[in-house]
């Protein structure tokens, strides 16, 4: 899906509405079809056509019959995907279960632990590395994530944020104008064209504050204060819930080939190259209102990594860090970035994710045809048990101003071919035809006077203790999305749904076909 930056049209009452969200990247030619589809019907057809021109009447009902059938399978999509291609990935999902292909265990489990510094990763991490770039300002050695399928690049940051549930319309405005600034400003650059946020809560077990009041409670403290206090910690703690917040850039290695050579090539060549936008990112991310950034080294990516695969390993972790708070200049006492994965992930289940005694379910967000306005994807973050948590991911990639004017060139050529045969042959043009066709218009002239055409994705996901139902809890974020958005749920790629809402390495957004940079 893709919109551009100048789709937010304001109505005369209320805040501003965000538009033409859900284009297709690249829709069907021929009355909605693709080519291949289109081909695949006429060769359908061809036996029927043959049959009536010899008269063998009987012979062509049965033909309609089988291959009409057959031309459905290929052309009517079922939640998001035809029947044929529902089954291609069934007995691919299934081919993975018998050749035990898809379950995972760690070396760590296994006995064999290997190198502290080397990624032990299921699915669709293990293609990628993540090598310390050199030191970056007072953050020590920000470690990289490379994509070796993709040649991408990239670094993730930790955000402390207020939030902007208690934000007023006039004020979520002024953000979500900063917002469109940052992706247009992304465009502008050759080095990243990419940007995920991630949003976490986090149940918070209170296991900082009981480190904190241990070292500072005073033994004089009368008792029943510190009854209450303890009725209280009881009382409050067991619901808390607590939020944190990622963001990850990356750059495709063509992007990044020209600045790594002038700053000497390598690792090192990439790192610096991407350090030189790090800054001017930092201080556009603070214009939307976040307070500080830290980007993180390998111990912290690390960290981000575990946690989101096992939301119980956050109170270890944050007690280490509270009786060993200065674990070096480059992070080298945290965790090493081979203990970052599960320990173990069962054989997947079709509609679920398993791992490390978490159970997850991950669905795509589709956009809704009315449009949405900013900040309406907090819902889906509301926890409503204990202990449950809820991941939401919005990744976002700009493209290059060519790659912008080829896409709405051909949305605008292709609408106008449609309108105009629909019109020479006597149809009328229906308003989903005139919608389009106007949104066509639209982004055409948004290009055309500098704005940036994104493409984006998001994807939520709720985790529950594998004791729980999780099912209860998959229909509770389905409620919660309900009138506002529709969720589809990824069957049978359930892990790589999990990788894209919950962990912030900036994998999540296929790469467009036909793209030209």
């Given at each position: 899906?893709?919109?551009?930056?100048?789709?937010?049209?304001?109505?005369?009452?209320?805040?501003?509405?965000?538009?033409?969200?859900?284009?297709?990247?690249?829709?069907?030619?021929?009355?909605?079809?693709?080519?291949?589809?289109?081909?695949?019907?006429?060769?359908?057809?061809?036996?029927?056509?043959?049959?009536?021109?010899?008269?063998?009447?009987?012979?062509?009902?049965?033909?309609?019959?089988?291959?009409?059938?057959?031309?459905?399978?290929?052309?009517?999509?079922?939640?998001?995907?035809?029947?044929?291609?529902?089954?291609?990935?069934?007995?691919?999902?299934?081919?993975?279960?018998?050749?035990?292909?898809?379950?995972?265990?760690?070396?760590?489990?296994?006995?064999?632990?290997?190198?502290?510094?080397?990624?032990?990763?299921?699915?669709?991490?293990?293609?990628?590395?993540?090598?310390?770039?050199?030191?970056?300002?007072?953050?020590?050695?920000?470690?990289?994530?490379?994509?070796?399928?993709?040649?991408?690049?990239?670094?993730?940051?930790?955000?402390?944020?207020?939030?902007?549930?208690?934000?007023?319309?006039?004020?979520?405005?002024?953000?979500?104008?900063?917002?469109?600034?940052?992706?247009?400003?992304?465009?502008?650059?050759?080095?990243?064209?990419?940007?995920?946020?991630?949003?976490?809560?986090?149940?918070?077990?209170?296991?900082?504050?009981?480190?904190?009041?241990?070292?500072?409670?005073?033994?004089?403290?009368?008792?029943?204060?510190?009854?209450?206090?303890?009725?209280?910690?009881?009382?409050?703690?067991?619901?808390?819930?607590?939020?944190?917040?990622?963001?990850?850039?990356?750059?495709?290695?063509?992007?990044?080939?020209?600045?790594?050579?002038?700053?000497?090539?390598?690792?090192?060549?990439?790192?610096?190259?991407?350090?030189?936008?790090?800054?001017?990112?930092?201080?556009?991310?603070?214009?939307?209102?976040?307070?500080?950034?830290?980007?993180?080294?390998?111990?912290?990516?690390?960290?981000?990594?575990?946690?989101?695969?096992?939301?119980?390993?956050?109170?270890?972790?944050?007690?280490?860090?509270?009786?060993?708070?200065?674990?070096?200049?480059?992070?080298?006492?945290?965790?090493?970035?081979?203990?970052?994965?599960?320990?173990?992930?069962?054989?997947?289940?079709?509609?679920?994710?398993?791992?490390?005694?978490?159970?997850?379910?991950?669905?795509?967000?589709?956009?809704?045809?009315?449009?949405?306005?900013?900040?309406?994807?907090?819902?889906?973050?509301?926890?409503?048990?204990?202990?449950?948590?809820?991941?939401?991911?919005?990744?976002?990639?700009?493209?290059?101003?060519?790659?912008?004017?080829?896409?709405?060139?051909?949305?605008?050529?292709?609408?106008?071919?449609?309108?105009?045969?629909?019109?020479?042959?006597?149809?009328?043009?229906?308003?989903?035809d005139a919608r389009r066709a106007g949104g066509a218009r639209a982004q055409e002239s948004a290009v055309a006077a500098g704005h940036a055409m994104v493409?984006?994705?998001?994807?939520?996901?709720?985790?529950?203790?594998?004791?729980?139902?999780?099912?209860?809890?998959?229909?509770?974020?389905?409620?919660?999305?309900?009138?506002?958005?529709?969720?589809?749920?990824l069957e049978l790629a359930q892990d790589s749904a999990f990788v894209s809402a919950a962990l912030p390495v900036?994998?999540?957004?296929?790469?467009?076909?036909?793209?030209?940079?």
């Open positions: 899906m893709s919109t551009t930056t100048r789709d937010r049209e304001t109505g005369a009452v209320g805040p501003r509405v965000y538009r033409g969200l859900n284009t297709k990247e690249r829709s069907g030619w021929v009355l909605g079809l693709t080519p291949i589809q289109a081909l695949t019907c006429l060769g359908l057809a061809a036996p029927v056509l043959l049959a009536m021109s010899a008269g063998r009447w009987s012979g062509a009902f049965t033909w309609l019959v089988l291959n009409g059938a057959l031309a459905a399978l290929v052309v009517v999509p079922i939640r998001g995907r035809s029947a044929l291609r529902w089954l291609g990935d069934l007995l691919l999902f299934q081919l993975g279960v018998l050749l035990r292909w898809s379950p995972w265990q760690s070396r760590a489990a296994a006995g064999d632990p290997g190198p502290a510094h080397e990624p032990d990763l299921p699915g669709v991490l293990a293609r990628l590395t993540f090598p310390d770039g050199p030191p970056f300002h007072h953050q020590g050695r920000v470690c990289l994530i490379h994509d070796t399928v993709e040649g991408r690049w990239g670094a993730t940051a930790r955000l402390t944020h207020n939030g902007v549930g208690m934000l007023s319309d006039a004020e979520c405005e002024r953000l979500a104008a900063r917002l469109g600034t940052l992706l247009i400003a992304l465009g502008h650059r050759e080095v990243v064209d990419r940007l995920s946020l991630y949003v976490r809560t986090v149940p918070d077990d209170g296991t900082e504050y009981d480190v904190w009041r241990a070292a500072h409670e005073d033994p004089r403290s009368p008792e029943l204060a510190r009854a209450a206090t303890d009725e209280l910690d009881h009382t409050i703690g067991s619901v808390s819930v607590r939020t944190e917040l990622f963001v990850t850039v990356s750059g495709s290695e063509t992007a990044l080939n020209r600045p790594a050579k002038a700053a000497g090539g390598g690792i090192t060549g990439r790192a610096y190259g991407l350090y030189r936008v790090l800054d001017g990112i930092d201080d556009q991310l603070k214009a939307l209102g976040v307070r500080t950034v830290s980007w993180l080294t390998s111990a912290g990516l690390a960290e981000a990594i575990r946690t989101g695969f096992n939301p119980a390993a956050a109170a270890g972790l944050t007690a280490a860090h509270l009786t060993h708070p200065d674990p070096g200049p480059d992070g080298e006492d945290g965790l090493p970035m081979a203990a970052a994965g599960p320990t173990l992930a069962p054989s997947p289940s079709a509609r679920a994710y398993h791992h490390d005694g978490f159970s997850s379910v991950s669905y795509t967000v589709l956009m809704p045809e009315a449009g949405t306005v900013f900040g309406s994807l907090g819902p889906l973050l509301a926890v409503r048990t204990a202990g449950e948590r809820r991941t939401l991911a919005i990744h976002y990639e700009v493209l290059s101003q060519r790659a912008a004017q080829r896409a709405v060139q051909r949305g605008r050529f292709r609408n106008n071919v449609m309108t105009d045969y629909k019109a020479a042959k006597g149809f009328t043009t229906t308003a989903v493409r984006y994705t998001v994807a939520a996901s709720v985790t529950v203790p594998a004791g729980w139902n999780l099912e209860d809890h998959a229909a509770k974020l389905e409620n919660d999305a309900s009138g506002r958005f529709r969720l589809l749920r900036g994998a999540g957004l296929p790469r467009m076909r036909g793209a030209l940079s």
